[in-house]
């Protein structure tokens, strides 16, 4: 059975697969989003022995589903059609469920190394707390994927998230203009997503992109936090592994209509 997030169940929401990629997301929105229901909502998954098979997250139009094998798919499938959502991001367990209709679909990537030394950082990388400046690199790049993000929505929601430390910007700078960023999209206590990893088409292949992803894994191994990057299909695989990185999973992004 499928059950709306209350504090009776929130510690079993809480306590599922800590080391899930999926679970960081969720939980993260959690901690950002909780008591805003207005375009957000959590749900639990038990089976017939009252144990958690599944969490979800709803945040806006999107599903985020974190679950087991044990999960009742068919119920969940059933759930997301009436929900309100129009698409959802899952892991390869669950999207195995589904037909293969999927919108899109890359790899997960876990952080594999124990440590990197602040000495091999060849650029001074900056934290940023602006939002304005970020937008207008992101969306300045057409590879950014941000050509069809509107400006409040992103100012909204990233301020949001860092000032409830959600996620964290940093950037480089050469002669005062920004021409690198990365950002923690998701954080939750043992965990963190980097996303948004952007640099000026005219700078790539010089460093800096790794530069700015290692100085966030030298601070995220201090908080004790395990590290993904979700990357698209057959993009920037290479660059990742120099940096530590090693497929760990995939993620499917379906329309819910088309399931």
Same mark, same amino acid.
């Given at each position: 059975?499928?059950y709306?997030?209350?504090?009776?169940?929130?510690?079993?929401?809480?306590?599922?697969?800590?080391?899930?990629?999926?679970r960081?997301?969720?939980?993260?929105l959690?901690?950002?989003?909780f008591?805003?229901?207005?375009?957000?909502?959590?749900?639990?998954?038990?089976d017939?022995n009252?144990?958690?098979?599944?969490?979800?997250?709803?945040?806006?139009?999107?599903?985020?589903?974190?679950?087991?094998?044990?999960?009742?798919?068919?119920?969940?499938?059933?759930f997301?059609?009436?929900?309100g959502a129009?698409q959802?991001?899952?892991?390869?367990?669950?999207?195995?469920?589904?037909?293969n209709k999927?919108?899109?679909?890359?790899?997960i990537?876990k952080?594999?190394?124990?440590?990197?030394?602040?000495?091999?950082?060849? =650029?001074?990388?900056?934290?940023?707390? /602006?939002? $304005?400046? #970020? !937008?207008? *690199?992101?969306?300045?790049?057409?590879?950014?994927g &941000?050509?069809?993000?509107?400006?409040?929505?992103?100012y909204?929601?990233?301020?949001?998230?860092i000032r409830?430390?959600g996620?964290?910007?940093?950037?480089?700078?050469?002669?005062?203009?920004?021409?690198?960023?990365?950002?923690?999209?998701?954080e939750?206590?043992n965990?963190?997503i980097?996303?948004?990893?952007l640099?000026?088409s005219?700078y790539?292949n010089?460093?800096?992109?790794s530069n700015?992803?290692?100085? =966030?894994?030298?601070?995220?191994l201090? /908080?004790n $936090?395990? #590290? !993904?990057? *979700?990357?698209?299909?057959?993009?920037?695989?290479? &660059?990742?592994n120099?940096?530590?990185?090693?497929?760990?999973?995939?993620?499917?992004?379906?329309?819910?209509?088309?399931?």
């Amino acid at each position: 059975m499928i059950y709306y997030l209350s504090k009776d169940n929130v510690c079993d929401f809480l306590s599922f697969k800590k080391e899930c990629p999926f679970r960081c997301k969720i939980v993260s929105l959690f901690n950002l989003y909780f008591n805003i229901e207005m375009f957000s909502g959590f749900w639990i998954q038990y089976d017939e022995n009252n144990r958690v098979t599944s969490i979800i997250s709803k945040f806006y139009v999107t599903l985020i589903i974190c679950a087991d094998n044990n999960a009742d798919f068919e119920e969940l499938k059933i759930f997301m059609k009436y929900i309100g959502a129009e698409q959802i991001l899952c892991g390869k367990n669950v999207a195995s469920y589904f037909n293969n209709k999927f919108k899109s679909h890359g790899y997960i990537m876990k952080y594999n190394n124990s440590i990197i030394e602040s000495s091999r950082l060849e =650029f001074e990388v900056k934290s940023i707390t /602006e939002i $304005k400046p #970020i !937008y207008d *690199f992101l969306s300045s790049e057409q590879d950014s994927g &941000f050509s069809n993000v509107d400006f409040e929505s992103f100012y909204v929601d990233m301020s949001h998230r860092i000032r409830h430390n959600g996620s964290r910007i940093k950037g480089i700078y050469v002669s005062g203009k920004l021409i690198a960023c990365a950002c923690t999209m998701y954080e939750t206590s043992n965990c963190a997503i980097i996303g948004a990893v952007l640099v000026k088409s005219e700078y790539r292949n010089m460093g800096y992109g790794s530069n700015i992803i290692k100085s =966030f894994i030298e601070i995220l191994l201090r /908080e004790n $936090k395990k #590290i !993904y990057i *979700f990357r698209e299909e057959n993009k920037n695989e290479e &660059f990742y592994n120099k940096i530590g990185f090693k497929n760990y999973d995939k993620w499917f992004e379906f329309n819910i209509g088309d399931l």
